[in-house]
């Protein structure tokens, strides 16, 4: 019915502490009537719920909004295509007029596949994200399986390829403006090589199934007549 005082003291007592650990049950009212052994432990949860409260909004505080990153992609894209406008025009300017007009139809003959192939992929998103905003499943109506690529996975294809297709061509006009000949010629044959390596790249990254489906895709298209299995 009684406590026990040795029991009560054995908890204050220093030998029963870690080293290095303050005692806080002793420090917290000792002396005030109604205070208990049970009380002096109520301190350290509390303080162990702010530390691990505090944290979530620390990350926020770190982490940029949303809106300010787009902000930002945008700015930097609207960087970039300045630039390409201005050193392409630039470099057309210099040349002579007999001279700039087989140039300009040697450039659209290299850049002109790789342009249109970026449009499609633009407008596939768009016809994905149509689908996506409607009833209709497309993913039953065209066999898809379940890791078939979004409209927003297109996007993102189609924005790198955007990118890199103009800044290729900047460097050709900028090159081959330049006297640079057989440099300016280089960026056209690399940029195709770029494409197919990635088209035929074996590892597991950038939508390895998808590329594979792609590419089986074109084979089918290029010898129609084979045998199924």
Known sequence: MFENPS??????????RKPGAKSVSSDLGAGEPGNSVQEGYVFPFVVGEMKVSSSP????????????????????FLIWAFTCCKIGWDSVMRMSVDLRDLFLYEAFLYYNP??????MVWLWGVCLWVFSQSTIIYAKIFDL?????????IWKCSIWMTVIVPTSMTAYLYLYSHGEVALAASQPVMLYV??????????????FSSRYFFLRTLWRIAFPLQASF
Do not use: C, Q
């Open 7 to 16: 029991v009560i003291g054995s908890s204050h007592s220093p030998h029963l």
């Open 194 to 207: 770029a494409v197919a390596l990635v088209l035929i790249f074996p590892f597991d990254i950038f939508y």
């Open 114 to 119: 790789l342009l249109l192939v970026t449009m």
């Open 145 to 153: 399986d379940l890791n078939h690529l979004t409209h927003r996975e």
């Open 57 to 76: 909004m620390h990350t926020a505080a770190i982490m940029p909004s949303p809106t300010f990153l787009w902000r930002f992609k945008v700015l930097w």
